[in-house]
């Protein structure tokens, strides 16, 4: 069997006195998937998201990333955590328009610490494979939606995570671009890195996903361990 690099059991997190956005949920996500998380809007989509990238901590239950309990864990030991485990994409980029791309590639490595040429070299190789080497010295700003994104991928995987998550990675591209990220995140699952992504854009799940689950008043309505390819 594969190894897990997620392991969610019994996890339930409660916003003052209303619903659980998460009700008593278990996950077992293994190397190598690319698992796609959707469900309406209050599904506890975002929720599961932020639990798993260490933002936020259960109510009840425990949270295990590549052998890390992550529900566990000082403010400090999260922010480690999420330099060394996780990479993360979001929907709107955050990148930082005052440095150039390169620079904000090399940021979760400078922040690693991780050695200068060392760095360097991850990142040119990183730009090269995602088609973007020759934007190194341009500014975000100037880019494309999609090559934005394709920055941002670069960034999060840096560090070599364990695990990458993405946060509606096409909501705020257009068609063409949409599809050129769909196209990136399945050529990554392909090479073997595992991936997380919330999602309401279907074509996503169906381009990117080797498994998908539904989330419905934060539980697991549909698992599709077929996957979806």
Do not use: W
Not at 9 to 30: C, F, I, N, Q, W
Not at 34 to 62: E, H
Not at 137 to 145: D, E, H, M, V
Request: charged share 25%; net charge negative; with cysteine.
């Amino acid at each position: 069997m594969t190894t897990p690099i997620i392991e969610i059991r019994e996890v339930s997190k409660k916003y003052d006195d209303g619903l659980p956005a998460l009700d008593g949920l278990s996950l077992t996500v293994r190397a190598g998937e690319a698992l796609a998380v959707l469900g309406p809007s209050g599904s506890g989509k975002s929720t599961l998201l932020n639990l798993i990238a260490g933002l936020d901590r259960p109510t009840d239950g425990s949270v295990t990333v590549a052998g890390v309990r992550v529900d566990q864990l000082s403010e400090a030991g999260s922010a480690r955590y999420r330099r060394e485990k996780v990479g993360m994409v979001f929907q709107f980029f955050n990148l930082l328009d005052d440095l150039t791309v390169l620079d904000n590639v090399l940021l979760p490595a400078q922040l690693l610490g991780m050695g200068r040429a060392e760095a360097r070299a991850r990142a040119a190789e990183l730009l090269e494979h995602l088609g973007i080497a020759r934007h190194e010295r341009a500014y975000p700003g100037r880019l494309s939606g999609g090559e934005r994104q394709r920055v941002a991928v670069a960034r999060a995987l840096m560090n070599r995570p364990a695990l990458l998550l993405a946060d509606e990675p096409t909501g705020a591209l257009d068609t063409a671009s949409g599809a050129d990220v769909r196209q990136l995140l399945a050529d990554l699952n392909a090479d073997g890195q595992t991936i997380l992504l919330v999602t309401h854009d279907l074509a996503l799940a169906e381009a990117c996903a080797s498994r998908t689950i539904e989330l419905v008043d934060g539980r697991i309505a549909r698992d599709n361990l077929a996957g979806m390819r």
